[in-house]
C-alpha cells in the first residue's frame, strides 16, 4: 500500500485520558500534515512537519496537544488529558515540497476519536 | 472574514447529468493554488483537481473541470456526466503560496451531492 496510513482508525477514550494517533506517509513525501475535522465541517490545520522540522502550529494546537516526527518518516500526535471537546475525526496528510510550485496534498482515511 | 466559502446547500443531480460545486476565496497573496477533494462517507479525503492562480487554461481532470474566474475569485467544480459513486462531501480549498506558509490548505465547509439514479 503506497498511500498514507493511519493508525488506530478509531478510538474510544474516557476523558482525561492520553491517546497518540500515529500516521505513514507516502514514503518520499517530505511534508507532513495535520487537521482536525469535526462533523458537517471542512478540516482545519493543526501543524506540518518538513522532514523532521515542526514548521507551523495552529492556534488550535493548545498545550495538550504535541507532534513528532521523529526521523522525518512517520509521525504521531498525542492529546493528554483528553476532553469531549477534542471529539473529532484527526487526518494526516502528505506531500512532496518542490519549492514554489504547489502539489497536491494526498490524505489518509482518518483516526476518529471519541471522548466520552 | 472567511478564506473560503462554499455556500450552497446539499445538492442533487440526476444520474448522468452535470453538476456545478461554487468556491469563492478571499485572499490578498497574488499566487496562490486552489483544489478540491471528496470526501466519501469512508472519511478520506481524495484529490480531484488544482488551479494556480497564474495558470491561464482551466484545469481539467476526466469528468471534473474547475471553472476559474479569478476576477471574482471563484473557483466552481464541474463535474460532468454525474455517477452513483460521485455522492460524498465536496471541498473547496485554498493554499497561499507568499505568506511564508506554502504549507496549509484552508477549506470550506464542503457541500454534501447527492447522485440520483
Known amino acids: 500500500d503506497t498511500g498514507v496510513s493511519q493508525n488506530p482508525r478509531h478510538k474510544i477514550t474516557k476523558r482525561g485520558q492520553n491517546v497518540t494517533f500515529r500516521c505513514d506517509p507516502i514514503?518520499?513525501?517530505?511534508?507532513l500534515y495535520w487537521y482536525r475535522q469535526t462533523l458537517g465541517q471542512g478540516p482545519e490545520f493543526l501543524t506540518y512537519f518538513q522532514n523532521e522540522a515542526q514548521l507551523e502550529k495552529s492556534r488550535l494546537l493548545s498545550d495538550r496537544f504535541s507532534a513528532e516526527r521523529p526521523k522525518g518518516s512517520f509521525s504521531t500526535l498525542e492529546i493528554q488529558r483528553t476532553e469531549q471537546g477534542d471529539s473529532a475525526m484527526y487526518l494526516c496528510a502528505s506531500s512532496l515540497d518542490q519549492g514554489h510550485k504547489n502539489t497536491e496534498a494526498f490524505f489518509g482515511q482518518g483516526t476518529r476519536l471519541t471522548v466520552v | 472574514a472567511q478564506k473560503i466559502t462554499q455556500t450552497q446547500p446539499g445538492m442533487f443531480v440526476q444520474e448522468k447529468e452535470a453538476v456545478t460545486l461554487d468556491c469563492t476565496y478571499d485572499?490578498?497573496?497574488?499566487?496562490?493554488?486552489l483544489f478540491w477533494y471528496k470526501q466519501p462517507s469512508s472519511g478520506e479525503m481524495i484529490f480531484l483537481i488544482y488551479?494556480?492562480?497564474?495558470?491561464?487554461q482551466n484545469a481539467t481532470e476526466g469528468r471534473y473541470s474547475l471553472n476559474f474566474q479569478k476576477a471574482r475569485k471563484s473557483a466552481n467544480l464541474v463535474i460532468s456526466a454525474s455517477q452513483l459513486g460521485d455522492s460524498a462531501m465536496y471541498f473547496c480549498?485554498?493554499?497561499?503560496?507568499?505568506?511564508?506558509?506554502?504549507?496549509?490548505?484552508?477549506f470550506g465547509k464542503g457541500i454534501t451531492l447527492s447522485v440520483r439514479p
Open positions: 485572499t490578498s497573496d497574488p499566487s496562490y493554488g
Open positions: 488551479q494556480g492562480s497564474y495558470d491561464q
Open positions: 480549498a485554498m493554499r497561499e503560496v507568499n505568506t511564508g506558509a506554502n504549507s496549509k490548505l484552508t
Open positions: 514514503s518520499e513525501h517530505n511534508r
